[in-house]
């Protein structure tokens, strides 16, 4: 028998819920996660730094975002708006490498990996606030 969800709390982009006796967290607002492994030509794989609110700590990441943030979309379409938003760089095509769950006992988050094929540079990058 699949236990009924209580949402306990709710933000505009998460809510804290329980089912049965375990609680969590669901975000609202997207159907995933993406992250971006990109390599260049020249063997360097691309990272950003960005400032993190829950570590308040700037953070050395892959580029990575939420899939379905920006309406509907899948995760090539993500992976691309992500890898250029984040870095300036366009990639021919991605590659999944693997899929599963962030971190299964406190998220309900599924997370996909891909791999950015014949990337190239073609504006700064920087993310978005």
């Known amino acids: 028998m699949v236990q009924k969800i209580k949402v306990l709390a709710e933000g505009k ?7 049965g006796e375990w609680e ?5 607002n997207c159907s995933g996660a993406v992250i971006v492994v990109a390599q ?16 308040d700590k700037r953070v050395i990441e892959f580029p990575a975002g939420l899939v379905g943030d920006k309406g509907k979309e899948s995760v090539n379409v993500a992976a691309k708006r992500e890898l250029l938003e984040e870095t300036g760089y366009l990639a021919k095509r991605f590659v999944k490498l ?6 299964s ?7 996909t990996m891909v791999r950015a094929e014949e990337i190239k ?4 990058g920087g993310g978005v606030e």
């Open 105 to 111: 006992g406190k998220s309900s988050m599924m997370l």
């Open 13 to 19: 982009y998460i809510r804290f819920v329980k089912r």
């Open 24 to 28: 969590y967290v669901e975000r609202k």
């Open 40 to 55: 260049t030509d020249d063997g360097k794989v691309l990272f950003v730094d960005q400032y993190r609110p829950p570590l």
């Open 121 to 124: 540079k073609v504006q700064d």
């Open 98 to 103: 693997c899929a599963g769950p962030v971190e």
